[in-house]
């Protein structure tokens, strides 16, 4: 399946292995056009010396009857989103995805049973979010068409935490509202080309945050594949219209290719896999 393919840009996640200046020089790096520094056209079998050649890597399978259930989600295991509507939004189109930022106060706190930095609270900031299409991230071994990246910063620590929700086809072909709020305000062109909207969307309302959810410690699944990114799989799908999913590919579709803007599955070796669940 691997013809031309996509062209693909850094997401996000790469830039961000550079910690907090990521956030701030993000937009000026958006302007450039350049040759991308990685492709999918070889399912990131040509990554190898961009990549960390390590054992905690991800994507990963994410199998119920492998995780440990790590107890029942409590005061000490929800997460509380500190979300705000985001107004006047910007997107890009980074070619192999779409990612939109996060708004100035927008923040994530993380249940203390899993982060408890001692020189910092337990709250991370949300960089941006973004898109693979398929899924990179499998349940029970089957891929979902679309999976979306939440990405958060600890500026303490220098910590990340990915939150990662599934879509699927809904039955009725309903749209998913929130992604038309991104699909529809998208910026066509692939390099890197950005729109300020002058939309709103209701980011709290987008999230399934009463979700039982799969937590484990993975990297970026971009190149550098920085380790020490701390996964959040939301057990529970969204919903999209396959029309939403064949605008997302129109969108980032550069030239033939048919494979997708997923990482490959990495080892999960002995990793723990936790599930978080009601
Ligand atoms: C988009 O910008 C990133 C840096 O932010 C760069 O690495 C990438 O090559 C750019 N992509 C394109 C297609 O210009
Ligand atoms: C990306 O894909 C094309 C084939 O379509 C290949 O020629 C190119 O060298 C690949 N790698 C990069 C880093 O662009
Ligand atoms: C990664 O490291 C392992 C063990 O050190 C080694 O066997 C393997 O060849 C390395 N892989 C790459 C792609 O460098
Ligand atoms: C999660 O549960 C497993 C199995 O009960 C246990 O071995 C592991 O220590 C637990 N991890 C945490 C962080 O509580
Ligand atoms: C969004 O932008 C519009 C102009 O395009 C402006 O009138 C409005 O105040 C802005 N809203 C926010 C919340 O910044
Ligand atoms: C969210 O995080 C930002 C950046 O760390 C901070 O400035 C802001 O006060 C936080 N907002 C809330 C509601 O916690
Ligand atoms: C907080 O601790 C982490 C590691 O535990 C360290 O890397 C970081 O520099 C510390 N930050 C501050 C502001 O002290
Ligand atoms: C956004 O701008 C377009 C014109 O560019 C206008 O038609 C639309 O009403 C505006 N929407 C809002 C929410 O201001
Ligand atoms: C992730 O790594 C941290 C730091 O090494 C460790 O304290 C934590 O228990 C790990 N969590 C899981 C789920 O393996
Ligand atoms: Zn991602």
């Given at each position: 399946?691997?013809?031309?393919?996509?062209?693909?840009?850094?997401?996000?996640?790469?830039?961000?292995?550079?910690?907090?200046?990521?956030?701030?020089?993000?937009?000026?790096?958006?302007?450039?056009?350049s040759?991308?520094?990685?492709?999918?056209?070889?399912?990131?079998?040509?990554?190898?010396?961009?990549?960390?050649?390590?054992?905690?890597?991800?994507?990963?399978?994410?199998?119920?009857?492998?995780?440990?259930?790590?107890?029942?989600?409590?005061?000490?295991?929800?997460?509380?989103?500190?979300?705000?509507?985001?107004?006047?939004?910007?997107?890009?189109?980074?070619?192999?995805?779409?990612?939109?930022e996060?708004?100035?106060?927008?923040?994530?706190?993380?249940?203390?049973?899993?982060?408890?930095?001692?020189n910092?609270?337990?709250?991370l900031?949300?960089?941006?979010?973004?898109?693979?299409?398929?899924?990179?991230?499998?349940?029970?071994g089957?891929?979902?068409?679309?999976?979306?990246?939440?990405?958060?910063?600890?500026?303490?620590?220098?910590?990340?935490?990915?939150?990662?929700?599934?879509?699927?086809?809904?039955?009725?072909?309903?749209?998913n509202?929130?992604?038309?709020?991104?699909?529809?305000?998208?910026?066509?062109?692939?390099?890197?080309?950005t729109?300020?909207?002058?939309?709103?969307?209701?980011?709290?309302?987008?999230?399934?945050?009463?979700?039982?959810?799969?937590?484990?410690n993975?990297?970026?699944?971009?190149?550098?594949?920085?380790?020490?990114?701390?996964?959040?799989?939301?057990?529970?799908?969204?919903?999209?219209?396959?029309?939403?999913?064949?605008?997302?590919?129109?969108?980032?579709?550069?030239?033939?290719?048919?494979?997708?803007?997923n990482?490959?599955?990495?080892?999960?070796?002995?990793?723990?896999?936790?599930?978080?669940?009601?």
């Amino acid at each position: 399946m691997a013809s031309s393919g996509r062209l693909s840009a850094t997401i996000g996640l790469g830039l961000l292995a550079v910690l907090l200046t990521a956030s701030c020089s993000f937009q000026k790096a958006n302007a450039q056009a350049s040759k991308p520094s990685f492709n999918y056209t070889q399912g990131g079998a040509d990554w190898g010396s961009l990549c960390v050649n390590g054992s905690f890597q991800s994507p990963i399978n994410v199998r119920t009857a492998r995780a440990t259930v790590n107890g029942t989600i409590g005061p000490d295991s929800s997460f509380v989103l500190q979300y705000e509507r985001l107004s006047n939004y910007t997107i890009v189109n980074k070619g192999q995805t779409i990612e939109f930022e996060g708004g100035e106060n927008n923040n994530l706190t993380l249940p203390t049973a899993i982060y408890k930095p001692t020189n910092g609270t337990s709250k991370l900031h949300l960089l941006q979010s973004h898109f693979h299409e398929p899924s990179e991230h499998l349940r029970e071994g089957v891929a979902y068409p679309l999976e979306q990246h939440f990405v958060h910063n600890d500026a303490a620590t220098g910590r990340f935490a990915v939150l990662a929700v599934f879509y699927k086809i809904d039955d009725e072909e309903v749209p998913n509202p929130f992604l038309s709020q991104i699909l529809n305000y998208a910026p066509g062109g692939y390099n890197n080309k950005t729109v300020v909207t002058n939309q709103t969307i209701d980011l709290p309302a987008w999230i399934p945050i009463n979700s039982n959810y799969f937590h484990y410690n993975g990297s970026l699944t971009t190149p550098p594949c920085t380790e020490g990114i701390m996964w959040f799989v939301l057990d529970t799908p969204l919903t999209m219209s396959s029309a939403q999913l064949t605008q997302y590919q129109r969108l980032t579709f550069l030239g033939g290719g048919d494979r997708g803007d997923n990482r490959p599955l990495q080892r999960v070796g002995t990793r723990e896999l936790q599930h978080w669940i009601k």
